[in-house]
């Protein structure tokens, strides 16, 4: 099952990865599940291994799903949770702190459940391309695939004791319940749709005395489903507060009781509801028999005051969590036989059991005695305990021993920063919580939770890695030692609204952050030990928009720390610190560097060219560089084309792999809306050198990369799941090889490739153009030559559809007249046909001119109550007065060659063009008139 990214038309030819789940059926292949010896440990691939696969390999996630069951799965030869991150499973062996990753499913998973011997798991998900699969918990493997079990995916999952069966309600109301038979078919038993008012049902199980029997619950509806007869009922009773005359409060779980006819549920207010047949006549009466689903509520049983969140069963007891974070065991009849209180870790989601067999688990000496008189042995086996905080706990029972197995950040993560020198990442999240890590050994190096009106937005290591800036979305910046994350000194508050970048200089003398408030701030170290180590400096708003990105770089030919910053308002703004003095944060220039398209990052371009560039990646899917002293643009580049723009970049460190003599291949990582990928360093616009895969369900929101460029780091936002991802540019290199040399891979930008009508067009033009440049009517010898002048290229790029502005010609025309002038000392005056190629593919639109485009600009231009009518005297007005700058006798001779009134090169007399003008453009000038008139589309 492929669920990789989708790749647009124009970047076929480009690497798209992903992780994807085989579909087995297990009575195919024998072996998937016969081979799969109980106890044996999940295949593992050595680090060579893995990297042979794919250019980027996912190899570890940091996170949890605070809202997914996490389960227990340990048995008598391994210690092993099951959780959930994003749209990936995770079999943690808290053992030997080794993970096993389930990747298949394109969207977030949403539940999840485990067969009784803890063997088989299985994760379903919502949203589209949703599907159910059920794994095989030693060897890693998906050994059935449910494709779409539901429109729109699943909202709770459940599987018998004995793994045969499988149950699933749908997350699309109204709602469905589906069981199968998932070892011998991939379509349903039975499927049963029932009605909204019963509430979003978010639960379900089977009994475990008959698989014919269901039980699931909303908050405010419990539904009983039995497949007896044949054919799958339900029956939904009442039961509301003026059936006890008691608060019921919302439900939570719902459990069947072994061995009788009766259910319970849990509720919010601390109660427990009984359901049964019917109410018994008298006391030592049976109660009626009949249907098993036909139950009704029995009683209400106060079993506390805080509300009862998670209720399970275990052999002959049942288990209860609650939002006190107090777990609490029960007999059959609801008297307590233990509990555990002094956890101290949040509200619990889930309570599950070690499998072990019965025959071996006898008790021993170490195990408590329970609450009851007799004072009996309590013997359960170890359990886990998740909850809301984001946190699992390891009990011990036999010895009453608890562990702290993870804690993990139970808010957005947004923070992300990797160790210039050590292997260590640095994580922050909403939650408040700051967590320091070695990828390397995979090992917790220290912890600090701030204050909860402390949200983590942004970390960053000074080149040094001494210490490490953070700052909050109050506005806050601390500055903490990279070890022990303890304040270096006081914290700064200098923010209106939320700290959105933070960066150091390279000599670790300086640190800028950005904010909300659309200003960057400047601090500078202090050397004196009896002051703090960083000053104030000042701050200043230079941007009116967003700010994209704040970055340090060097001076040209020294060492003197230089500041810029990008913002959504396309200026790029460089800052005086030489001559910034205290409160005084001065600006040393101003530059607009895009007319149209919105810059998203800005790099330091690395240096595989003798200048000095600046990298910048623009909302219209091109890279752009511009010289770092005069801010000209000198080359524009096609970029990745995987559905959105690129959020982010990063530039990835020189390989080891040097051959002497031979300059370095460099690479660079970057991220959009939802996907990672990587991409060849001298960026040319070659669809076959970058690739991307699916990095998280949702929005990525940051990358970094580890100190020696093997690994990338990718948060992604509100799942609070950090991805780490081994780099193999071997793959990527192999790639670009297979797509072809010189301008082969350029062909397949075009409509039709090399034996095209767009190919076509082009030679017929180029050489149209070399005519032109020599005179159309000149007598004299023609001479022949592979190249044009670079003056014809604007008018060859006219007559192909692309209809650049004064400004994109110009920087067509500097991108060519520069491109050798720090070699050679000379300017480039022509090119030839392989390099129009390239220029048009890399400066065209990346898909072509959008019809929406002209509707927005109708509907901003447009007179009020009529958004898509212009008045003509309103439209030629704007057309001299708005962008750049247009004579009126331009104006006509550019309309007149629209309208068709005009020979190309013949100017037109004022009077003559308004009397045209008059007569060609109406005075109401609708946007189906202007397309069609005027640009000449099809109706």
């Known amino acids: 099952v492929n669920m990789a990214t989708t790749e647009d038309e124009h970047s076929v030819s480009s690497e798209t990865e992903t992780e994807a789940t085989r579909v087995v059926n297990p009575l195919s292949v024998e072996s998937a599940i016969a081979t799969a010896q109980s106890g044996g440990k999940a295949d593992t691939q050595t680090a060579e291994e893995e990297k042979s696969a794919s250019a980027l390999k996912l190899t570890w996630t940091f996170g949890l799903n605070k809202s997914v069951a996490v389960h227990n799965i340990s048995d008598s030869n391994r210690k092993a949770i099951f959780y959930v991150t994003a749209h990936t499973g995770v079999l943690y062996d808290f053992a030997e702190n080794r993970e096993s990753l389930l990747q298949g499913h394109a969207n977030a998973i949403t539940c999840t459940c485990v067969s009784g011997n803890k063997r088989w798991l299985t994760t379903g998900d919502q949203g589209g391309d949703s599907m159910v699969v059920v794994w095989d918990s030693y060897t890693c493997i998906p050994v059935q695939t449910l494709f779409s079990p539901h429109c729109g995916g699943t909202a709770a999952v459940a599987m018998t004791e004995d793994a045969k069966y499988l149950a699933t309600i749908g997350a699309t109301v109204p709602q469905s319940l589906s069981v199968w038979d998932w070892t011998s078919s991939d379509q349903p ?54 059936t006890f005359n008691k608060v019921v409060g919302t439900f939570s779980q719902s459990v069947f009781v072994p061995s009788t006819t009766r259910a319970m549920t849990a509720t919010s207010c601390g109660n427990v509801v009984v359901w049964d047949h019917a109410r018994p006549e008298g006391p030592g009466a049976p109660a009626l028999t009949g249907n098993p689903m036909m139950k009704r509520p029995l009683k209400m049983i106060r079993l506390q005051e805080s509300s009862i969140t998670v209720m399970t069963l275990i052999d002959d007891c049942i288990a209860t969590g609650d939002s006190t974070g107090h777990v609490k065991f029960y007999d059959n009849k609801m008297c307590m036989r233990n509990w555990w209180d002094s956890l101290d870790s949040g509200p619990i989601t889930a309570v599950s059991f070690a499998f072990t067999s019965k025959s071996v688990f006898l008790g021993g000496l170490g195990y408590p005695s329970d609450a009851t008189i007799k004072a009996n042995q ?36 947004h923070a992300l920063a ?50 490490a800036a953070v700052g909050f979305t109050n506005g806050t910046l601390h500055v903490v030692d990279a ?22 200089s390279h000599d670790g003398q300086y640190l800028a952050t950005a904010d909300a408030d659309l200003c960057v701030t400047v601090f500078r170290a202090v050397s004196d030990p009896q002051n703090p180590p960083w000053e104030y400096v000042g701050k200043h708003r230079a941007h ?34 030489e001559n910034s003095t205290e409160d005084d944060l001065r600006l040393l220039s101003s530059d607009r560097i895009e007319q149209t398209a919105v810059p998203t990052c800005v790099e330091w371009y690395p240096p595989v060219t003798k200048e000095t560039f600046l990298l910048t990646a623009n909302n219209q899917f091109k890279f752009k560089l511009y010289n770092a002293t005069t801010k000209m643009c000198r080359k524009t580049v096609l970029g990745p084309t995987y559905g959105m723009p690129i959020q982010r970049l990063v530039i990835l460190p020189p390989t080891k792999k040097e051959v002497p003599g031979e300059e370095s291949r460099r690479y660079l990582a970057y991220i959009t809306n939802n996907k990672v990928g990587l991409c060849i360093v001298p960026l040319d616009g070659n669809p076959f050198g ?35 991802w081994i780099i193999n540019t071997d793959v990527l290199e192999a790639t670009a090889l297979l797509g072809g040399e010189g301008l082969i891979p350029f062909y397949s930008l075009l409509e039709g490739g090399r034996d095209g009508d767009l190919f076509a067009e082009m030679e017929d033009y180029f050489y149209y153009a070399q005519l032109r440049s020599q005179g159309i009517d000149t007598v004299e010898t023609r001479q022949v030559s592979t190249k044009v002048p670079l003056e014809e290229v604007p008018s060859i790029m006219r007559a192909l559809g692309f209809f650049p502005s004064e400004q994109e010609i110009e920087d067509m ?127």
């Open 189 to 242: 038993l039975y499927t049963l749709a029932f009605s909204p008012d019963y509430g979003f049902q978010t639960h379900v199980t089977f009994s475990s005395d008959s698989h014919h029997l269901l039980i699931s619950n909303s908050e405010s509806q419990v539904i009983f489903f039995s497949s007896e007869s044949g054919r799958l009922e339900h029956h939904a009773p009442l039961l509301d507060d003026k």
């Open 378 to 413: 309590f013997v359960v086996p170890d359990f886990i305990i998740a909850t809301t905080h984001a946190m699992v706990l390891h009990l011990t029972v036999n010895g009453d021993k608890k562990d702290l197995i993870l804690r993990e950040h139970s808010r957005d993560v």
């Open 418 to 467: 990797a160790h210039p020198l050590k292997h260590w990442l640095l994580i922050g999240s909403y939650s408040g919580l700051l967590k320091l890590w070695d990828y390397n050994r995979k090992v917790v190096l220290g912890t600090r939770q701030f204050e909860k009106q402390h949200s983590v937005q942004c970390v960053a290591f000074d080149p040094r890695g001494q210490f």
């Open 483 to 504: 070890l022990s994350l303890q304040d270096e000194c006081p914290l700064f508050k200098y923010s209106r609204d939320c700290i959105t970048t933070v960066s150091f």
């Open 544 to 577: 009116y928009k967003q700010i994209q990105g704040v970055l340090f770089g060097k001076a040209l030919d020294s060492e003197q720390p230089r500041l810029l910053s990008v913002g959504q308002d396309r200026l790029l703004v460089e800052y005086d610190l």
């Open 690 to 724: 970058n690739m991307a895969l699916t990095a998280h369900p949702g929005q990525v929101t940051n990358i970094v990369h580890s100190h020696d460029g093997r690994y990338l780091f990718t948060s992604g936002g509100s799942d609070a799941a950090v991805n780490m």
């Open 813 to 939: 025309q500097n991108e060519v007249k520069f491109s050798r002038y720090v070699s050679t000392g000379q300017y480039v005056t022509e090119l030839d046909l392989g390099n129009l190629i390239q220029l048009y593919v890399n400066h065209r639109p990346a898909f072509g001119f959008n019809p929406n485009d002209l509707q927005r600009s109708f509907e901003v231009l447009g007179r009020t109550g009529d958004s898509l009518v212009l008045d003509r005297g309103h439209l030629l007005a704007l057309l001299q007065s708005k962008g750049e700058h247009i004579t009126e006798s331009e104006l006509a001779d550019c309309l007149g060659a629209l309208f068709g009134y005009t020979a190309d090169g013949v100017d037109v007399e004022p009077p003559e063009a308004a009397a045209q003008l008059e007569e060609q453009l109406p005075e109401e000038v609708t946007m189906q008139m202007f397309a069609q008139n005027v640009l000449g589309f099809p109706s």
